[in-house]
T-cell receptor
Framework: GESVGLHLPTLSVQEGDNSIINCAYS??????FIWYKQESGKGPQFIID?????DKRQGQRVTVLLNKTVKHLSLQIAATQPGDSAVYFC???????????FGTGTRLKVLA | NAGVTQTPKFQVLKTGQSMTLQCAQD?????MSWYRQDPGMGLRLIHY???????DQGEVPNGYNVSRSTTEDFPLRLLSAAPSQTSVYFC?????????FGEGSWLTVV
């Protein structure tokens, strides 16, 4: 079936290093992708999004890359900080459907 | 900016009790939804609504009811709580592609 999945359930990085969190999707009809950050005890928080007509989009310290050929999405966090420790998950949707598909998440641990 | 507001934050219920989780959004979004989040399973859709007066079932609707009398409010009712409904519940809303979540309601059924 259609699914959104993450390759690494837990990622540990040193403070100051760059982090890369990956996501695979399988629905070719999806044309909009979102990354969320979820801190312990809180709701998912929107980080960045990207449309399928783009390959890359940058935000503040975050970059999302989309490779439609292999149906792969990644979130890059530059100069990872302790406050970046959280669960990150991706979501996909085909525009106009409201049918969101969420991944289970990757836990990012920032080591001091 | 309130966004999506859920109440209560925490609740303990006895098996068989009923309760309502409240959700309100102030962004005039047409789409609202309820998800439950369980360890290792990600977000699962319970019920959703694409506008006032319109509701539909999601992936795991059994044991839950919803109504959408106004654009702003989308309450989730547990009819007869069961231990399997112990979970974290998130309300969400959207006007286009980006979906925004509330802070969550932690429910324990004993």
């Amino acid at each position: 079936g259609e699914s959104v999945g993450l390759h690494l359930p837990t990622l540990s990085v040193q403070e100051g290093d760059n982090s890369i969190i990956n996501c695979a999707y399988s629905n070719s009809a999806s044309d909009y992708f979102i990354w969320y950050k979820q801190e312990s005890g809180k709701g998912p928080q929107f980080i960045i999004d990207i449309r399928s007509n783009m390959d890359k989009r940058q935000g503040q310290r975050v970059t999302v890359l989309l490779n439609k050929t292999v149906k792969h999405l990644s979130l890059q966090i530059a100069a990872t900080q302790p406050g970046d420790s959280a669960v990150y998950f991706c979501a996909e949707i085909a525009s106009g459907t409201y049918k969101y598909i969420f991944g289970t998440g990757t836990r990012l641990k920032v080591l001091a | 900016n309130a966004g999506v507001t859920q109440t209560p934050k925490f609740q303990v219920l006895k098996t068989g009790q009923s309760m309502t989780l409240q959700c309100a959004q102030d962004m005039n979004h047409e789409y609202m939804s309820w998800y439950r989040q369980d360890p290792g399973m990600g977000l699962r859709l319970i019920h959703y609504s694409v506008g006032a007066g319109i509701t539909d079932q999601g992936e795991v609707p059994n044991g839950y009811n919803v109504s959408r009398s106004t654009t702003e409010d989308f309450p989730l009712r547990l009819l007869s709580a069961a231990p399997s409904q112990t979970s974290v519940y998130f309300c969400a809303s959207s006007s286009g592609n980006t979906i925004y979540f509330g802070e969550g309601s932690w429910l324990t059924v004993v």
